[in-house]
């Protein structure tokens, strides 16, 4: 069955670039009907969608994010990226990756999560 | 944004118990509802989708109803392992929005 695992550095510094990527084992990022999103959870807090994107490019993006998010994808690794530009302590959080169906964009599959920390 | 509320924000209750959370929206959102499980310092899970859909491997005693704004899931007869914090979710509109979350608690 599908697998997600997030990777990337667990600390950022206030201004920088979060990078974080999203490994899918056990299936093809390029199959069928599926869109990769991300979500984060601040500690303590509820769930905020990041974004999503299929496998050709395309991509959704919140816009609470003010275009501080792009997502990419690398087909010949089976993997999905985030970055975050412009970070702040408010971006401090647990980051996950989850596979969306794109008929009714329900998050059936998730990573585990990854925290980043953002400080000086 | 679409925003979802959920009541109640916390719940005690016991082994065996029937159990139910609302979530309503701001706006219609025909039946684009989902339900999350999360228990502490794990990802969530899906529970429900399409507001009345059980998730593969899912118990039965899970369900869900509702359309347009308002929406239930019920827990049938509470066990040990389904104390843990649920989420709705809309996603009829991008960006795809969260209730704030209903913790279930042992009594």
């Known amino acids: 069955q599908v697998q997600l695992h997030e990777s990337g550095p667990g600390l950022v510094k206030p201004s920088q670039t979060l990078s974080l990527t999203c490994t899918v084992s056990g299936g093809s990022i390029t199959s069928g009907s599926y869109y990769w999103s991300w979500i984060r959870q601040p500690a303590g807090k509820g769930l905020e969608w990041i974004g999503r994107?299929?496998?050709?490019?395309?991509?959704n993006y919140n816009p609470s994010l003010k275009s501080r998010a792009t997502m990419s994808v690398d087909m010949s690794k089976n993997q999905f990226s985030l970055k975050l530009s412009s970070v702040t302590a408010a971006d401090t959080a647990v980051y996950y990756c989850?596979?969306?169906?794109?008929?009714?964009?329900?998050?059936?599959?998730w990573g585990k999560g990854t925290t980043a920390t953002v400080s000086s | 944004d679409i925003q979802m509320t959920q009541s109640p924000s916390s719940l005690s209750a016991s082994v065996g118990d029937r159990v139910t959370i609302t979530c309503r929206a701001s706006q219609s959102i025909s039946n684009y509802l989902n339900w999350y499980q999360q228990k502490p310092g794990k990802a969530p899970n899906l529970l429900i989708y399409v507001a009345s859909t059980l998730q593969n491997g899912v118990p039965s005693r899970f369900s869900g109803s509702g359309s347009g704004t308002d929406f239930t899931l019920t827990i049938s007869s509470l066990q040990p392992e389904d104390f843990a914090t649920y989420y709705c979710q809309q996603s009829f509109i991008t960006p795809g929005t969260f209730g704030q979350g209903t913790q279930v608690e042992i009594k």
């Open positions: 994107m299929y496998a050709s490019g395309s991509a």
């Open positions: 989850a596979r969306e169906w794109g008929g009714y964009y329900y998050m059936d599959v």
